[in-house]
């Protein structure tokens, strides 16, 4: 009888080590990823290139979806970090509340995901914003900073257009008649 429960409680001591350790390891690859997605966010953020863009068009709006992102990735960072603290304690009321927020910063990102969709997708937002900026440089085409946006605007735009064109021709296969 004494036998049979030191199995059963050397085998349940392993199994609580094994879930102990995979909470352990889930929480290290949040960690990563939310460090991942704080650097992506941070990088959407002050990329000079796209940024240089969102100021010609005045396009401010589009930041709030990284920021949500930011400070989702900063909150998913610290929670990893804690959780894998309770994890390792062996805390059943911190796992619980590990767990809660965890779902919480879970839908902050989708939060912040699902702004910044709406704002760069066509037929989104940031369409009529764009067409804001667009009819405003154009009819202040007159003054040096706007004339340069818009000569900005249509090389960049014609490049792109170009090389679309070039890649649908190159992705068919398409051979010009002589």
Same mark, same amino acid.
């Given at each position: 009888?004494?036998?049979?429960r030191?199995?059963?409680?050397? !085998?349940?001591?392993?199994?609580?080590?094994?879930?102990?350790?995979?909470? *352990?390891?889930?929480?290290?690859?949040?960690?990563?990823?939310?460090?991942?997605?704080?650097?992506?966010?941070?990088?959407?953020?002050?990329?000079?290139?796209?940024?240089?863009?969102?100021?010609?068009?005045?396009?401010?709006?589009?930041?709030?979806?990284?920021?949500?992102?930011?400070?989702?990735?900063?909150?998913?960072?610290?929670?990893? *970090? *804690?959780?894998?603290?309770?994890?390792?304690?062996?805390s059943?009321?911190?796992l619980?509340?590990?767990?809660?927020?965890?779902?919480?910063?879970?839908?902050?990102?989708?939060?912040?995901?699902?702004?910044?969709?709406?704002y760069?997708?066509?037929?989104?937002?940031?369409?009529?914003?764009?067409? !804001?900026?667009?009819?405003?440089?154009?009819?202040?085409?007159?003054?040096? !900073?706007?004339?340069?946006?818009?000569?900005?605007?249509?090389?960049?735009?014609?490049?792109?257009?170009?090389?679309?064109?070039?890649?649908?021709?190159?992705?068919?296969? *398409?051979?010009?008649?002589?």
């Open positions: 009888m004494a036998g049979t030191g199995n059963e409680s050397a !085998r349940l001591e392993k199994q609580i080590g094994c879930i102990k350790y995979t909470i *352990f390891s889930f929480n290290a690859i949040l960690w990563i990823l939310g460090g991942g997605m704080f650097g992506l966010a941070v990088w959407l953020r002050v990329e000079p290139g796209f940024q240089e863009w969102v100021e010609f068009l005045d396009l401010g709006d589009y930041y709030i979806g990284t920021y949500i992102l930011i400070i989702a990735s900063v909150i998913v960072m610290v929670i990893a *970090f *804690f959780g894998s603290a309770a994890a390792l304690m062996e059943a009321l911190f619980w509340i590990n767990i809660g927020l965890q779902l919480f910063t879970f839908v902050i990102g989708l939060a912040g995901a699902a702004v910044l969709l709406d760069s997708t066509y037929d989104s937002k940031i369409q009529p914003i764009i067409h !804001r900026s667009m009819t405003s440089l154009i009819v202040n085409s007159q003054y040096d !900073r706007q004339s340069q946006i818009l000569k900005i605007v249509q090389e960049n735009v014609s490049v792109i257009f170009i090389n679309t064109i070039f890649l649908l021709l190159k992705t068919f296969d *398409f051979q010009p008649e002589t």
